[in-house]
């Protein structure tokens, strides 16, 4: 069966864990793993404060949207900002690269974004805004998906 | 869930204890704090034990390699121990143990540094 839940919020940083927390609830339709959870929420929670550090530079009035889809096979979960976009995608997915060393970034957001997500598409453009789509199957499903 | 944190101090060993979920939201007072202790006291060493901490992003690895860097540029060491396998795959995946210790508990962590009463 297919599922849909839409959020919009601002680029406030106490809504990491709202936003993580609400999406994992809403994915437990799917008897997900305790690994499942933690890697969801793991990966909503660096895809939101990228969007307020990088997208919104930490001012709170911007609006933050997240789509989440799920059916028998998995998840498809959509984070959007309409900050001020990533110049250089390839450089920015780099493990390690981060734009902002001295806010102590870590540089590793996208790299656990690929490495818990089955699939990671990131579409921006400078002034516009940042979109990134990311797909899970969920291992319970796995078997029935070939 | 926020974050707790708890500082205590044994010789020139800085205990750091996390109880709940460390973020972005969560990293900024964290860094505040443990370097206000770190220039306070004079400690060489840090003990980061982290039983209590239920969720991590990268965030926390920022703030966690912040410190490091700190301390080590001093001469100091960073042990982490009581990791849980939910935050040791992020250690795992950005290679924080080449250049961390991890072991499995704070009495092997003082005793590595030393400072085991």
Known sequence: MKNQMNLEFLS?????????????????QLDPTME??????????????????HGYHEKQDGKIFIS??????????????????????EEAREPLFTSKPELERS?????????????????????????????KHLSKNKAYCN | ???????????????????????????????????????????????LNLQGLSFMDSSGLGVILGRYKE??????????????????RLFDLSGMFKIMKLVDNEEFALEMLGVAS
């Open chain 2, 1 to 47: 869930m926020s974050l707790t944190v708890d500082f205590a101090r044994k010789k020139d060993v800085l205990l750091v204890r996390l109880v709940g979920e460390l973020d972005h939201h969560e990293a900024e007072n964290l860094k505040k704090e443990w370097q206000a202790i770190l220039n306070m006291h004079n400690v060489q060493n840090v003990i």
């Open chain 2, 71 to 88: 301390i080590n540029a001093i001469g100091g060491e960073m042990v982490i121990c009581s990791i849980s396998p939910e935050v040791k």
């Open chain 1, 107 to 135: 540089g590793m957001g996208f790299t656990i974004m690929e490495n818990f997500m089955d699939k990671v598409d990131v579409i921006s453009s400078p002034d516009q805004g940042t979109t990134v789509r990311l797909t």
């Open chain 1, 36 to 53: 499942e959870l933690t890697e969801i929420k793991t990966v909503v929670s660096e895809a939101v404060t990228n969007a307020i550090i």
């Open chain 1, 68 to 89: 989440c889809t799920i059916d028998d096979g998995g998840m498809e979960l959509i984070i959007q900002d309409h900050g001020l976009g990533i110049k250089d995608i």
């Open chain 1, 12 to 28: 406030v940083s106490q809504n990491e864990s709202f936003a993580r927390v609400t999406v994992a609830a809403f994915v437990s």
